[in-house]
């Protein structure tokens, strides 16, 4: 299996060694590269589509994680593209791979050609929401994902129903403490990024669900607004649309490479 022995960490990509522009695709919160294999296979004929499981997620997951940041993972990803040759990349994430793919685009803005940030914010989570967090993760650590706290979060992720869902519960029973308890902590201590992504310059586009329950819409916009430039559609769905109603995802997001000349 393919690693990159990159920053003491072995991370775990798969690359399809495409021939066109390299989109690097960074995944949410307790879910790992395979979230984007609709997007994937709608734009491995035409793209170099890499994705990879960021710390504690995945097969990049340890026994031992020690706490980490996003701006972490930011240099994760730089260094990542270095193993693998990469000057510049399309960076497309969702949620935290959004949160890191921003710090990426801030520390390492020569790595950087265009942002796609889906379901995701440059603030930080109300109190409340982490409270509420860290009252999941208690319960899970303690009872081994009991029913009722995997239902929950998928609801978060996913929204109600989602067939999908059933396949995601079993990765999660499978995480240990550890990879749990620093992937929450680098979540609850993020910093604000809200004044400083007017600095990012290169083209972006938001997508964000209209139903999603991780992070409201308006936060969203307001990430938008600051970005200058940017654009946004709002796709019917939740959390993780990318996943959940792929259609409208990637088809803005063939628009915008189109529109943006990133095609090679």
Not at 130 to 148: K, N
């Amino acid at each position: 299996m393919p690693y990159a022995n990159v920053n003491d960490q072995r991370l775990y990509y798969e690359d399809t060694g495409g021939r066109g522009p390299v989109i690097v695709f960074s995944h949410g919160l307790l879910l790992d590269g395979t979230m984007f294999s609709p997007q994937v296979a709608a734009f491995r004929d035409r793209y170099r589509c890499i994705t990879w499981d960021e710390r504690g997620h995945g097969k990049t997951a340890t026994d031992v994680l020690p706490a980490f940041s996003y701006y972490d993972s930011a240099n994760d990803l730089a260094a990542l593209l270095s193993y693998l040759d990469v000057d510049s990349a399309i960076l497309v994430g969702v949620s935290q791979g959004a949160f890191l793919g921003m710090r990426c685009a801030l520390t390492h803005p020569e790595r950087v050609r265009a942002l796609v940030l889906i379901a995701t914010q440059a603030g930080t989570d109300e109190p409340a929401t982490l409270a509420g967090y860290r009252a999941l993760l208690e319960a899970w650590i303690a009872g081994g994902l009991p029913e009722d706290i995997a239902v929950t979060i998928e609801f978060i992720l996913f929204g109600p129903d989602w067939p999908g869902a059933t396949a995601w519960k079993e990765k999660w029973r499978a995480m240990n403490e550890a990879n749990l308890r620093s992937a929450f902590a680098a979540l609850a201590h993020r910093d604000d990024i809200s004044d400083r992504i007017p600095a990012i310059r290169v083209p972006t586009l938001v997508i964000h669900g209209d139903v999603d329950a991780a992070i409201p819409l308006a936060r969203a916009q307001a990430m938008k607004a600051a970005i200058p430039g940017a654009e946004m559609i709002v796709a019917a769905g939740g959390h993780s649309v990318n996943m959940t109603n792929p259609g409208p995802v990637n088809a803005a997001l063939d628009d915008f490479l189109d529109r943006h000349q990133l095609t090679s």
